[in-house]
Structures are given as C-alpha cells and as structure tokens.
C-alpha cells in the first residue's frame, strides 16, 4: 500500500496526469448536460429567459467563440509555463523543475482550459436543426458560458502564481516548508521499532546467530527512489531473518551491486527473494519522499549558483543558509532513529544505513563553504548560522560536528578575506563557540 502511495504521488508531479481527469470529467459533464438539456424544457419567461439561447445561431456562436478563445488562451498557458520552467531551471538549477511540476494550480490550468475546448466543441455538435425539429441545449450553453467566466478568474491567479514563484525568496521557503515536512519522520524511522538501550549493542554477535547468508543486488542502475518499510520488515520476520540494508534511498546503484546482506538459518527462496526486491523501487533521478539530502542539496544548489562569478548574488546565498539554519536547529534537537530495527518481539530484524546531524551538516554547508570564498558577507553568515545551531545543540557529538565546520570557516575567512576588520569580526564570533 505504501509503494502505491509513492507512485501516486510521483505521478501527481506530472503535468499530464490531472489535465486528463479534467478533459475526462469535462466529456463526462458535457454528455449528461446534454441529456438533461433531451428531458428538460427551459421556460422562456421571467429571470431566466435573460439566461437562455432561443436561436440555434446565436447557440452556435456562443460555443465557437467560448472554444475559439479557450484554445487560444491555452497555448499562451503553455507557453508561459515553459518560459517559468525555462527560467526557474536555468536560475536556480534543473532539478527544481519538479518543484513546479508538483504545484497543482499550473496542472488545473493546462486542463482546465482544454477540458472547456473539448466540452463547448462536444455540445456544439449536439446542436440539432432541420425538418420541423429544433434541438439547443441551454443548460450546457449556460455552464460553459460560467465555465468561461472561472476560466477567466483562473488565468489571472495562474499569471499571479507564475509571477510568485520564480521569485529566489519563494523557492528557497517552498523547499525548507519541503525539508521540515521530512525531518519529522526521518528514515528508516517506519521501519519496525527502534531498538532501546542500543549504546553498546553487539551487532557483530547478533549477525553470528545467523549461519547463512544471502546477498541481495540492485537488479539495475539507478538511484533508490523508495523502499516499502513495513512490507521489508513483515518479509524478514515472517522468515526469521536479519537484513542489513548497505544504501537508504538516494543511493546510486549500479546493476548487481549489493543492496543489503540477509542473514538467516535457512536457505532463502527464489519467490520470497524476488518479493524482498520488488519492494525497492528505482528509477533514473533522485526524489524527495524519502530521500532528505535531495531537498538539502537543492537548496544548496540554489546557493551555489548564486555564488558563481557569473551570478553573485550572495543575498539568495545568505536566504538559503537562513532557512537551512532552521533546518539544522530542529535536527539539532531532534532524536534521529536508530540504525538497529527490531519486530514486535523485540528481536532485531533490519540493520538499516541511516543519516546523523554530521551527515545532514555536512550536506547542508559543505558546499555553500567552498563556494563561498571571497564573498564576506556569506563567509560571516555562515559563522552566524553555525553560532544559532550551537545554541539549539545539547548532544556533545553534535557539538564537535559543529566545531568542525566552524574552524573551517574561520580557516577559509583567513585565506579569503582581505580586510582586517572583517576578519577581526570573523574571529570574534568564531571564538564563541570556539572557546
């Protein structure tokens, strides 16, 4: 159930997948429209007659203009878009196209305006005239007429929310709002329980329960998009195994390269090692469901190419260190899950790869560092924001990951910065935590 739930969502971030429901919902409307128009008789008295279309041309050239400028309303739509993706990959990287992909207004849009296209062109041709016998469908020439309207209301907010978010500012939050949504379940967190007192754990004794082994490969090249935990785990209990997973999504695997050792007393089956792989799913890029460096290096990659030579923009640079900062304070605080996974027995089933605060650091600020040489103001930020996570920091090995990055900084300052007393500034801050 999870596993369809990844390819739900992966398919939502296409730009074809809800135009279609849409042109679908809008031939379905448009036949039951025009089947109501067959059994009802519109009374051309009153309010409504106001509404109404007593003349099979004018029916006619309602429809046409309605579908004419639809069509035509829809190209410029699409162009638009392409000239936002065009921009947006081009300022801030090609792995954000999938940001926009995922906002959900643009797909409406794209369908939204076809779907009228397709639905004024279907009741148009039921549109009957000839040998006593007058047939127009008033209540389907009245929906598209509001269909018109909304289409209308609708290509203003399009134009307001393309304006919006190719701003620097609106990406850089709409990723960090991504990245906070993911720490709060970290992986392999839905794996299984966490095994308690886990400090000294011999994981090399409870490996030497087990007398076989069975390796599990990649069965192609690609990047591990997704695993489904509670199936892996059922599997593995349900066979009395441990497995210790070697990658955790976002990996690159290479086809035949291991993917995790299974340790069990029994020689496994072709069928139930065929189940344990068909619950990996990989594919030709990276993806963010589980994957919580992929959100981080697209911040990144935005910062870094704000500090190339040919952009210099350190402002969008010092915005992502800002909402990494936030970032980097929760996890500061938060309990990341351990690698040792255990069943409702409390017998330890899955060895799993998991992130720490030092990976996640390192993936936050390496980078922007060594991008950041020369450029004081974002050299002196970064101190700052290193200064702001030690505040929230308790953990003793959280801490020296933090010093870590702070001498770094206080190393590439020395090398880089020319004037005194922007360096004096650097050291004095440096020297808060590093005292």
Not at 45 to 68: P, Q
Not at 188 to 195: A, M, R, S, T, V
Not at 330 to 338: I, R, T, V
Request: hydrophobic share 45%; glycine share 4%.
């Amino acid at each position: 159930m999870k596993k369809l739930l990844f390819f739900w969502k992966e398919l939502l971030a296409t730009f074809w997948f809800v135009p279609v429901i849409i042109i679908g919902l809008a031939v379905v409307l448009s036949v039951s429209l025009v089947s109501l128009d067959n059994m009802i008789t519109i009374p051309q008295e009153g309010w409504i007659r106001f509404f109404s279309v007593n003349s099979s041309d004018s029916a006619r050239s309602i429809l046409s203009t309605i579908s004419g400028a639809m069509i035509g309303v829809a190209g410029t739509v699409f162009s638009v878009t392409l000239v936002a993706l065009t921009l947006a990959s081009s300022q801030f990287g090609p792995r954000l196209i999938k940001n926009f992909m995922y906002v959900r207004l643009n797909q409406v849009v794209l369908g939204s305006y076809i779907a009228t296209y397709l639905y004024c062109l279907l009741v148009l041709n039921a549109i009957k005239e000839g040998n006593g016998y007058t047939f127009i469908p008033s209540i389907s020439i009245f929906v598209a007429i509001l269909m018109a309207v909304a289409n209308i209301t609708l290509l203003i907010v399009f134009i307001h929310q393309i304006a919006v978010s190719i701003q620097a500012d609106k990406v850089i939050s709409d990723i960090s709002d991504l990245i906070l949504e993911q720490v709060e379940t970290l992986f392999p967190e839905k794996i299984g329980d966490e095994l308690k007192d886990n400090k000294d754990f011999d994981e090399d004794a409870a490996i030497s329960n087990y007398q076989k082994q069975t390796r599990i490969k990649s069965p192609k090249n690609g990047y591990l998009q997704y695993l489904d935990s509670e199936v892996i785990s059922k599997i593995i209990t349900d066979n009395d195994s441990l497995f210790e997973l070697k990658h955790r999504p976002g990996s690159f695997l290479v086809k035949d390269q291991e993917i995790g050792v299974i340790y069990s007393n029994m020689d496994w089956q072709a069928e139930s090692i065929d189940k344990l792989l068909h619950q990996f799913v990989f594919g030709k890029i990276k993806t963010s469901q589980q994957d919580l460096e992929f959100s981080i290096h697209q911040m990144v990659e935005i910062a870094a190419r704000a500090l190339s030579p040919g952009v210099n923009d350190p402002y969008t640079a010092i915005a992502c260190i800002d909402n990494l900062t936030a970032t980097m304070c929760y996890l500061a605080q938060a309990k990341f899950p351990s690698k040792y996974r255990v069943d409702e027995d409390g017998n330890l089933r899955v060895i799993a790869d998991v992130l720490d605060f030092e990976g996640v650091l390192n993936a936050a600020f390496n980078q922007i560092r060594q991008f950041s040489a020369g450029s004081t103001s974002v050299i002196i930020r970064l101190l700052e924001a290193l200064i702001t996570i030690q505040n929230f920091t308790k953990r003793e090995g959280h801490k020296m990951a933090i010093i870590n990055h702070v001498e770094m900084v206080l190393r590439l300052g020395k090398e880089t910065i020319k004037e005194k007393n922007d360096l004096d500034d650097l050291e004095k801050r440096a020297n808060l935590i590093l005292k």
